[in-house]
């Protein structure tokens, strides 16, 4: 058998196990029914790298499975070197050894705390360039901090140290770094370990949570938020208002990871664990940047329906959602239902609405359009049927988004 064939039914039975019709396939792939008919029979060759990475995601199957040869991501981030290397250092480990020899002085506590709060603001508010510029010193101080503070602050630096690391997770998940992401999030949950921190460390099984599902870890993500949130509720029998925000937020990765193994019911299930608890609050909540409430599970919800091709729900709820009520520094949030509505118009095929709404999500945040995956395969994928008449921005987004 050719190798062009093996991949059509390689991609046959991966849809068929996920109980996806080829129209359904097809339009979440962003190509057509007879052409996904022709590739499974293995009449014609997937040749296309935005094409292929959205098969190998919507399938759950290795971008290696849909190719000869493998395909390789450039770095754009132009940040990561740079916190890599603050992670790499391991900057106080002499003291650790030989404590007669401390390297340096740590940061002052109020300094530390001040530069954490920045740094997710910064963060929530889509600004990833500056993000990098400051982690790498966050990294570095709060790992000298945590190896040679005097014990009295040990839980104190270990505890920002977790705090760091979590923003450090999010911006690399978000920027397309999620081997690097995943190691930060290891490292947040130590921390939160050393420092003591239950809560903390819920925390960072949520920052984990969504890394593991960049990295098509689905199983391991389900598995690894639900031990979290039940651990939680049973370690506080009546969850604090400070706990239950962080159980809700947890099911809302729940709901993230069973979308991507397109698990309807589970979907559902999730969705209204997380609503029933939001509506517990009865507020749009932050707690450790979790951003979590009634605003963000309609959030989710939107994500969840354009994944499974609902484009219709997705687009009602899209375009009737109140995002008045989320914080005003939580562009991130909003940026994201207007890279859903894209998605959605453009598996309706209408391509001018769709750019609208990229416009629209660029004008609030230039570098999550920039940086993210996915609204770089939209743009590419509108740019191959790109219709100047209609969509005379696309060109100049794309442009701005460096892909063409």
Known sequence: MDARREIGERIARARRRRGLSQAVLSGLAGRSESWLSQVERGQRTVDNHTVINALADILGLPVDELTVKKTNAMTRYQAASAIRQAMMGYDGLSSLIDPRHAQGSPESLVWLRHEVRRVNRLYQATHYDEVGRRLPRLIVATELGSRHAPAAQRRAY???????????????RRVGEAELAWVAA????????????????????????????????????????????????????????????????????????????????????FLAQARQIAETLGEDRNDFWTAFGTTNVTIHEISAAVEFGATRQAIGSGETVNLAHLSDG?????????????????????????????????????????????????????????????????????HRAGIV
């Not at 270990?158 to 690399?172: E, G």
């Not at 990765?253 to 309807?264: F, G, K, L, R, S």
């Not at 395969?377 to 794309?398: I, M, V, W």
């Open 158 to 172: 270990q505890t920002l140290r977790s705090l760091t690391y979590h923003s450090a997770t999010t911006t690399l």
């Open 330 to 398: 939580l562009i991130g949030r909003r940026a994201q239902v207007h890279l859903d509505l894209a998605r959605a118009y453009a598996m309706q095929r209408k391509d001018a609405a769709s750019v609208n709404m990229l416009l629209e999500a660029e004008r609030l945040s230039p570098e999550l359009v920039r940086y993210g995956g996915r609204p770089r395969e939209l743009l590419t994928q509108l740019l191959k049927r790109e219709h100047r008449a209609s969509t005379p921005h696309l060109r100049g987004l794309a």
């Open 186 to 269: 290891d490292r947040s949950l130590a921390a939160a370990q050393e420092a003591d921190k239950p809560l903390l460390a819920a925390v960072s099984a949520y920052r984990l949570g969504y890394v593991l599902i960049r990295l098509r870890e689905t199983d391991r993500a389900l598995h690894l938020v639900l031990q979290a949130a039940d651990a939680l509720q049973r370690a506080t029998k009546r969850p604090t208002p400070r706990a239950l925000p962080i159980v809700g937020a947890l099911y809302l990765v729940a709901v993230t990871a069973a979308a991507a193994a397109y698990d309807q019911a589970a979907v559902r299930a």
